[in-house]
């Protein structure tokens, strides 16, 4: 259930509502829009009588049972997109601006899949954001299938990022693997939460915990339902900047790594408030399918997208097959500024 | 293996060749493009030495091996574009134009799941074509999951079928269930093999025989390689014109009817040259999925949509989830065309 | 809605009764039960008083809401197991001996994939004769994903299996690609229907107009709901001798051909009356499985087997990956005879 | 690349024969068999000539190529069972009896979901030792999909399975969710890693670095490869004891809660020598699917079987659908003990 309040409603009027229901045994999510406050309650509600409660209650406007599992993240709870906005570095060329999720707008994530070296990662960086990328994507701990797989460069990595993050300007985004690695991100601008790790609900309750950014990519086997669930976990806590991922799940199909899912985007968008974006490098596996895959979500409404890139795909020591070489990123944020113009968004 | 022949070589030296090729035991198929003709054998070619044969034969201008299991239907084979043109009708207006598939177009083929009145076909009709529709779908005969759910007009469906293309001057696709009421399609301008029929091979033979566009929809397990090697059973009883469509396929995600896989457009185009159409109505089973999903279709760079709209979707005697009103239609046309003129593309 | 008669009653009462409803509209299932016997009205019946029908129509005992689509398959209408009994013919060692399924039975049906030649179905049907296997399966008419592959030999296959039916006294089962083709299948015993063809509703409607045993296997993406609703197609025709085969379902898991669901024997046979047997051979696709799935199947409960086995694997036409081997099959059917007896079931 | 070492040889030559390796810059797992001993190289064995090493190195008895992935958990390394011993505990009754997975054994695991009360946790642990279960599941840590469904009694629940244990003398298992709380597990005999976490690969490492045996859940969409792979995580660093466990995987089917795919013990027995149990209740979802499922998973040759009881299961916490009630359970364990007795196995 949610009480949508009327507008220009003081803060104490609307603690001590929050308390009242608290003191009922309920748990409550306060939702502050840029139009109205909503208190959305949380235990088993049906017994309440709806009506009685509005008409009694001079701060509520109306309410409406939310039907979902999920409350905080729901549009029924929270009407208004969530926007988030990440803070802009300044760069050797002396600019700096800010990332904004959500707001109309379809800002581009690029990198390699791992940092690999100090020369890639910047080489990589200073290209992307040549061609309109605006925030530099490079895995550090890597969640690699094989124990004898190359596991990343770790901490190293993360150093690597912040050096071509003060070259570029470009924030970055990095996978964390698990909460003890969470004092590592502190400086992380987007904490990235990988597909497995989207039923860790340890790790969801502490990145909860933050102020920060965080990317939930959708697990492969795992239902929109589900998503929105997990990002429950983290709004919870007390973190509402969220970020859903579409990346594929797992199909009868072989010839792609996995299934892209774009009417997905669709549903998360109607259901939540959430900004959703797309990474179509994992969500296909093949490197000749992101370019029109990536036409494809920008036309069906995402908020943003996350592509591989590479300097040298062929000598990546993870994901080459699906990496994008920078001409190849160079070409197609052409082709999608064009596009994107035409569906009046900002790359 | 394949031979390309070189250009300008006479029919009587083609015959020649592929005679000598099926003396040695090979079927073979002829594969005539606009630039060059190729001649495909079809059998235990490992033992071939490709570089002797290419040498040896003045015709042969150049020669491949296919490492697919489909041949006529690959691009390694014809690397052409197929395009597909359906004869226009003059309608009431007294116009006439022929639709195109596979040549930069988008054609939109829209109409109800059922045919279920002559007003409610003829009413459909006129709409969609007023909102810029090419073609007119709708099913005669339905495969329906309980016996006990509307079969179909029937005859009496194709009958009105035939009366709403006079009037309008669309032509009309619609669904043959099996081989034995191919007789009474004979009049229908393309014939369509739905998804439950995509392996049903007796099925694809016969319409293989025909002179006659197919519509070919991959079946709801089915991989995109099983959907090539159906319509190479088509192809390899003479008949080449066959359009593919992506139109959703099974998976554990149950907030929509299929999980509709867009990747599917780019490998089919990248390894047929047949064109590829999809169907969001039945690809996502709900409504308001069906014009974001289309916008990506599009965008994707598919060769056309297929869409269900129906003039009352509340009493839709099937799948009237899945259907667009004549105005939502009327809506997504408009958005369509602005889109593809910025892509190029006639719809 | 179904009604179960009172014990007793006479045919012309309820003849008398079943027209009642008929003349309300309803179309009825007539279900004849060992104990009693149940009439079961298809069409809506919601408006209906049970109450009250039960309360002033005599012959009736109690009535029930069927709350499943499928009706005439259902344990709901038909509480009794069915059961399907095919009559043995005299082997040249002079005994005859039917075949009986859903009795507390375990029949095996065994034979190659495709019927390659008369010495090899009849040296094959002996020696699972000689092993203890039932019937004998062989695919005249082969469904293949490539029209290249071998297609079987069709009529001349039948005639092999006619052949070597009269020596070996075993039934045979074979499997029809489509309706036209029925009229080569009068003097097969049980028809197969395929997984591919389990939703070709015409083929269902033609076989349910036979008094012949059918086999009617799951298909690759269908769920055990739409089984049990093709079932319904044919029984609603009025062929009640049908048994269901699990076959595997499609699913990620590349190791195995397809994935052998075994929860749905259990549950096939709780929503239904009808005899459920599993193919273990194109469910795993593997022969080392066999064996293992086949011990599995029994103590799962089902009413019976179908083992591919062929005289030569390494040499068959088709499948011979997942093909015993005359000596590997009467080895399993020893064990498998052990544990019948443990489970108190013929085999 | 595996040598295999002739019998015999002493601890200082293998040693040395290790370190040679490691200087040429391998990786080696050894593998110590009842009969034999096995180096397996990890890293670029393309370049060894396999004869030459094996004739030079007198320790060698022969050597193979690994194509696997996986090494230390393959069969081809290691070929004999691995034998899980669990160390019994003295009941109230004063007995003591060891636990042992893959040995021509059968153990159960039983217990609620969820300990929720020391009354309750008691209660099932006693019934379930008198109907002849080995080992007392319970989860104190849930992983659940709602933030606000039930999390488990956490450390109290654990503390709860100890005094049950004490009582019973039953072993217990127990699901860790996070790295963080293994400390907390020290005294748990199996620590359990859930479907959710079966690539959560930090927490493999760690459990891998522990003397403890692990039983290993596959994920609901991960292949038996990856769940093979994701053993190796554990082996590689050390932990050689541990238990696979089928619990299910997700699939298009809805009327279950998983597909249970019985094809993968067969297969991780084959491709493995780590004990192999399933989880029914997980599996299936659904209660009288359990005892069918069970007699199958005995006869398709599992190493053991968990199985959710609860004492009401009416009012469980969690999953209450699935878990059987005291006197079900005892019923399937008379079963269970007697087709046990047929395979020669001891439950």
Redesign the interface.
């Known amino acids: 259930m949610v009480f949508i309040l009327k507008a220009g409603v003081e803060q104490r009027e609307i603690d001590k509502f929050v308390k009242t229901w608290e003191d009922r045994g309920f ?1 409550t999510i306060l939702s502050v829009g840029t139009e109205h406050t909503a208190v959305c309650l ?2 088993n509600t049906a017994p309440i009588d709806l009506q009685h409660e509005v008409e009694t209650n001079e701060i509520v406007d109306y309410g409406k049972r939310v039907t979902e ?3 905080a993240v729901s549009r029924t709870v929270h009407a208004d997109n969530t926007i988030i906005r990440i803070a802009g570095y300044t760069s050797e060329d002396g600019r700096t601006e800010d990332v904004i999720f959500g707001e109309g707008t379809f800002p581009v994530i690029a990198g390699p899949c791992s940092v690999e070296s100090e020369e890639q990662i910047i080489e990589v960086a200073r290209s992307i954001k040549k061609s309109g990328a605006r925030l530099l994507r490079g895995g550090a701990f890597k ?6 797989a190359f596991q990343g460069l770790k901490e190293d990595g993360l150093e690597l990022l912040f050096k071509a993050r003060k070259i570029t300007g470009l924030p970055i985004v990095s996978e964390v ?4 690695q969470l004092p590592l991100f502190e400086d992380v601008d987007i904490i990235q939460i990988g597909a ?2 989207m ?5 969801l ?1 502490e990145v909860g915990k933050l102020k920060k950014p965080v990317l939930l990519k959708r ?3 795992n ?4 998503l929105l ?1 997990s990002a ?2 983290i709004m ?1 806590e007390g973190n509402e900047q969220i970020i859903l991922c579409e990346r594929g ?8 790594r996995n ?9 998360l968008k ?1 259901k939540s408030h959430l900004p959703v974006i797309v990474d179509p490098s994992h ?2 596996g ?1 490197r ?2 992101v370019a ?2 990536s ?7 995402a908020d943003g997208l996350m592509v591989e890139v590479h300097d040298n795909p062929a000598k990546a020591l993870s994901d080459g097959g699906q990496s994008l070489d920078p001409l190849q990123f160079e070409e197609l944020m052409g082709d999608l500024k ?2 994107a113009a ?1 569906e009046d968004k900002k790359i």
Chains 1, 2, 3, 4 share one sequence.
């Open positions: 748990n949380i235990g599992q999920y409350k969640p690699r299938t094989s124990p004898y693997m698990n909460q003890t497995r790790n039923q860790n609900f340890d790790l309750k697990g492969l086997a239902s929109i339902e589900e669930m429950e976990y919870s799940i797992r199909t009868f199909e072989t010839m792609t299934t892209l899912d774009l009417s997905a985007v669709v549903l109607q969500g296909t093949i000749s399918l029109p895959m036409r494809a979500i920008l036309a069906v409404g064009k596009r035409m």
